[in-house]
């Protein structure tokens, strides 16, 4: 890439905690998050979910917003998360009103309009309903209010291609700093839980009702997860203009379209084969320099066969070491990409492999992800590529190495 | 850059810029699109399974490559406020009308905001980079945004850019009530979809180009004046605004013409085509078309396409002869 970008702050919510602390000890002492559905109200009891343990209320309340304010929880996921990357890279109100935000996500407000959405359309019961969820439902919104939480930005997006929606907000912010329109472009994606993308998962038979197991040959789909994750992107000029400390650097990037189903993922796995090379080839590195592939890995019968398809194809028969960390949080969907964009980031500077939790059996006899946590990794980890695909076959890769 | 095509399916009539001369006009506060015959571009099986968005996202994509003999653009981008709204709400209104134990997987299927762009993916076997904006009234020029900083960074040669948004009966009386639409004076609530190919390389039927696209959040007067003054603006510009009868969304407009380009002739775009979130997409369309036909105002030779609205997003966009 012609400008190295650099990473300077990290934000994270998740199912394994508020914060990269929590989400650092829980991966480390491999304790999941993933739990039957206790705080979205749907009628699929039976269901394990991996939701970010805190109610609305107790969002607000962390965030010092007042209870009677109209909220969504994409967005108070989303502040949380925004308010610790910004915290972390030291960004002033001025640093801010020169930076672009671009957030992913799908659900949006989804999860106070399927409360309120018979009332909004009835013909007489619209009278006392809370219209302004109607102000809320659609992404920008849900941008907006997460933007707005922490000042005034340039200018602000939302990328809603599914489960790769964060990280393509990687992508555009990359392409964004490189072509010098900005110098920081804070890039990520915050999703809750809805009843309307459970019952859409249930419907299309890939949730797993018991604990989901990512890359293993007994695998049966997913669990669903929630949490956002945001990121300060700069360039490496900006960044030591103004003393930021480097916590990571984004090495490359590749976007793909697999073109072949709206909610399968080809047997060659194409769209992923193509965006993990970009990624690589942007970087100008070799397969053997990469120590560990962050897998999107959601668990489900046809993804993961797919996915490795697809790695066997880059990496050849010597695969690096790699794993899934949606045991741990459940598929965040459209913050997928950025939670685990702050995995990696994680797993570079404290030097640790996340395992894939609930591992039992191999897919083909040499599949064996990461599953033992070692004091000591094998090899030293300077170099981790993250995968997020998403329906319509929207597959992207991220390179992320060490500051 | 050069806009080598763009189509349209609107409350016009669909696929043909017959409005340039003869505008039909709508007096309700809502109204749907035209559908064109699909045939030409979704087989009648095909279509009986798709939402209304995703046929005339087909209809204009295709019709859009065709135009140009390109066959795999390097990128799909598209931009649309609500996705498929006509799918998320079937599926919406089932789950909240018959509980959550027998629903059906087609219309979640089609309503993620990215079945748009990927069905035209798949449809034209298309492996290049694909992306989808969805950003109130700037989810067409957040796409247009993405493909202008890789055109010039010279990342890709072309690319398809698109902006589509359906409105239900449903969704219009939802706008209804938080007062987006349908107030007296306003124009209709509509719909909208459109397809342009942008290329790094002109062509003989090229309509215009495209020298510059900017978003911005909650712009004061000072950026607005900054972010103009770096466009060079011909002296012969003419303004697209996005005025549309609304007293609030106007005055939105009329500050910054007032101060900034007070004496600049202006076109309001949305008296042909109605409001709704991918309505600039079809402002994107007109001024490239008009300036193609030399029927701007004074034959004017740049046409600035503002796009602001009451949430504070904003953009502006300079197409050229």
């Known amino acids: 890439m012609s400008k190295r970008l650099v990473i300077t702050g990290a934000g994270v919510v998740s199912a394994i905690g508020v914060g990269k602390e929590q989400n650092l000890r829980a991966l480390q002492t491999m304790q999941g998050g993933v739990a039957l559905v206790s705080y979205l109200a749907t009628e699929h009891t039976e269901c394990r979910v991996g939701e970010v343990k805190l109610t609305n209320g107790e969002m607000m309340q962390m965030l010092g917003i007042a209870e009677d304010t109209p909220m969504v929880r994409t967005s108070l996921l989303g502040m949380l998360a925004l308010r610790e990357a910004v915290a972390e890279a030291g960004l002033s109100s001025e640093d801010i009103a020169e930076s672009a935000f671009i957030n992913g996500t799908t659900v949006g407000g989804m999860d106070m309009s399927e409360q309120f959405y018979l009332d909004f359309i009835s013909e007489t019961g619209a009278e006392g309903a809370p219209v302004h969820y109607i102000k809320t439902h659609d992404c920008g919104s849900s941008t907006d209010l997460i933007a707005d939480y922490a000042g005034h930005f340039a200018m602000t997006t939302s990328i809603s291609t599914a489960c790769s929606s964060a990280a393509n907000a990687f992508v555009l912010g990359a392409r964004m700093i490189e072509s010098g329109e900005f110098d920081r472009v804070v890039v990520g994606g915050s999703e809750c839980l809805s009843k309307f993308h459970l019952n859409g998962f249930n419907t299309l038979m890939i949730l797993d009702q018991e604990p989901c197991r990512p890359l293993d040959a007994t695998r049966a789909g997913l669990n669903l997860g929630e949490g956002a994750a945001f990121l300060v992107l700069e360039s490496e000029e900006a960044a030591s203009r103004r003393g930021a400390r480097v916590i990571g650097v984004l090495e490359g990037f590749g976007n793909a379209c697999d073109a072949f189903h709206q909610t399968a993922s080809s047997a060659d796995g194409e769209g992923a084969f193509l965006a993990m090379s970009q990624a690589l080839a942007r970087a100008g590195v070799r397969p053997s320099d990469v120590d560990y592939v962050n897998c999107h890995g959601t668990g489900t019968p046809n993804n993961d066969p797919s996915e490795i398809a697809a790695m066997r194809r880059v990496f050849g028969n010597a695969l690096p070491p790699f794993s899934s960390t949606k045991g741990f949080t459940g598929h965040t969907t459209s913050a997928s990409g950025s939670i685990e964009a702050v995995f990696c980031l994680l797993a570079l500077s404290h030097q640790f492999l996340p395992v894939s939790l609930n591992w039992s059996q191999p897919i083909e006899p040499d599949l064996i992800p990461v599953t033992q946590q070692t004091s000591v990794p094998a090899r030293p980890i300077r170099r981790i590529l993250c995968n997020a695909f998403g329906f319509g076959g929207n597959d992207t890769s991220l390179l992320f190495s060490k500051s | ?321």
């Not at chain 2, 106007?250 to 775009?269: C, G």
Request: net charge negative.
């Open chain 2, 1 to 321: 850059m050069y806009v080598q095509a763009a189509n349209q399916i609107s409350i016009q009539n669909p696929l043909s810029e017959e409005w340039i001369d003869a505008p039909l006009t709508c007096s309700d506060s809502y109204c749907r699109a035209q559908d064109p015959d699909f045939k030409p571009y979704v087989s009648p099986i095909e279509g009986r399974r798709m939402g209304k968005v995703l046929k005339r996202a087909l209809a204009v994509s295709l019709k859009t490559l065709r135009d140009t003999g390109i066959e795999h653009p390097d990128a799909i981008i598209t931009g649309t406020g609500l996705g498929s709204v006509e799918s998320t709400e079937a599926f919406l209104l089932d789950m909240c009308k018959n509980g959550e134990q027998l629903l059906k997987p087609t219309h979640f299927m089609q309503s993620t905001h990215n079945t748009i762009g990927s069905l035209v993916a798949i449809q034209t076997k298309t492996h290049g980079y694909n992306s989808t904006y969805s950003h109130k009234q700037i989810s067409f020029e957040s796409a247009l945004y993405d493909a202008f900083v890789q055109l010039r960074a010279g990342e890709i040669g072309n690319a398809l850019v698109e902006g589509h948004d359906g409105t239900t009966p449903s969704y219009f009386r939802m706008l209804e009530l938080i007062g987006y639409v349908g107030n007296e004076g306003q124009v209709a609530c509509s719909e909208a979809s459109m397809a342009t190919l942008i290329s790094s390389t002109p062509s003989d039927s090229d309509l215009c180009q495209l020298k510059a696209v900017k978003l911005m959040h909650r712009p004061s007067i000072d950026d607005w004046k900054n972010a103009i003054a770096r466009l060079d603006l011909p002296s012969d510009t003419v303004v697209f605004t996005g005025e549309n009868g609304h007293a609030a969304n106007d005055r939105l407009y009329s500050d910054v013409l007032t101060a900034l380009l007070p004496d600049v002739p202006t076109v309001r775009y949305k008296q042909w085509f109605g409001e709704c979130y991918s309505a600039s997409a079809l402002g994107f369309y007109a001024a490239a078309h008009l300036l193609k036909a030399g029927k701007l105002p004074g034959n004017a030779s740049a046409a600035l396409l503002l796009t602001m609205d009451l949430d504070g997003d904003a953009a502006l966009t300079l197409l050229a002869r």
